[in-house]
């Protein structure tokens, strides 16, 4: 596609459900990341896939996140047991060059959790 | 670990007066700096990126952004800004994976 693509664009769910998010990066990048922005926060990294090495999972929060990437496809990031305090904006990006050219951005997935 | 480091979490600035957005990132082998913009419920657009070259880099929108390597600076520029560059203003430092600060929100006022 044109660019990253993100769904859904905004989620509500109730607290202690589980949800799925889905990222598609731009054909043929490699590496691809998630970040998490709350409201007036900053970007906080989540994880990171390059190609067919072992994901960068240092910047998850806890067990209840997962996310899974295969080959240099499609993306799903998921909540478990989900909490008020994961709401927030999830970003993915990809990039053909992992750090050495710039990342491009989805327009993000907006979770809310009730 | 690398870091990067936005000074001001907000800067008021009148219409068509200059502004300068600071960054500084932690010394590093390998030199990848961007600044990105996010305007409201938007997602990150790329404004102007230093890979090589010229220290001297210029980005969309009239942005320009100076490598420091001696201060490990890369402050983003703009001689004179309109009321449309109200938006927050990402730096972030390439290594493998990206290292973004906290942002600085710049309020352009008239």
């Known amino acids: 596609g044109a660019g990253v693509s993100q769904s859904p664009s905004n989620k509500v769910t109730e607290k202690g459900k589980d949800v799925e998010l889905r990222c598609d990066p731009i054909s043929g990048h490699t590496a691809l990341y998630w970040y998490r922005q709350r409201l007036g926060q900053g970007l906080e990294f989540l994880i990171y896939?390059?190609?067919?090495?072992?994901?960068?999972k240092s910047g998850l929060p806890s067990d209840r996140f997962s996310a899974e990437r295969t080959g240099e496809s499609v993306s799903t990031l998921t909540i478990q047991r989900t909490q008020q305090e994961d709401s927030a904006v999830y970003l993915c990006?990809?990039?053909?060059?992992?750090?050495?050219?710039?990342?491009?951005f989805g327009q993000g997935t907006r979770l809310t959790v009730v | 670990a690398q870091s990067v480091t936005q000074l001001d979490s907000q800067v008021p600035v009148f219409e068509e007066a200059p502004v300068e957005l600071r960054c500084n990132y932690s010394s590093s082998v390998s030199v990848y700096l961007f600044w990105y913009v996010q305007y409201p419920n938007q997602g990150l657009q790329l404004l102007l990126k230093y890979l090589s070259g010229s220290t001297l880099v210029k980005g969309i929108n009239g942005f320009e952004a100076e490598f420091n390597k001696s201060q490990t600076s890369f402050h983003l520029r703009k001689p004179s800004v309109h009321i449309s560059a109200t938006a927050e203003y990402f730096c972030a430092h390439g290594d493998n994976k990206f290292y973004f600060g906290s942002g600085t929100k710049l309020n352009v006022k008239p």
């Open positions: 896939f390059q190609g067919n090495s072992a994901p960068d």
């Open positions: 990006a990809s990039s053909p060059y992992p750090g050495r050219t710039e990342a491009f």
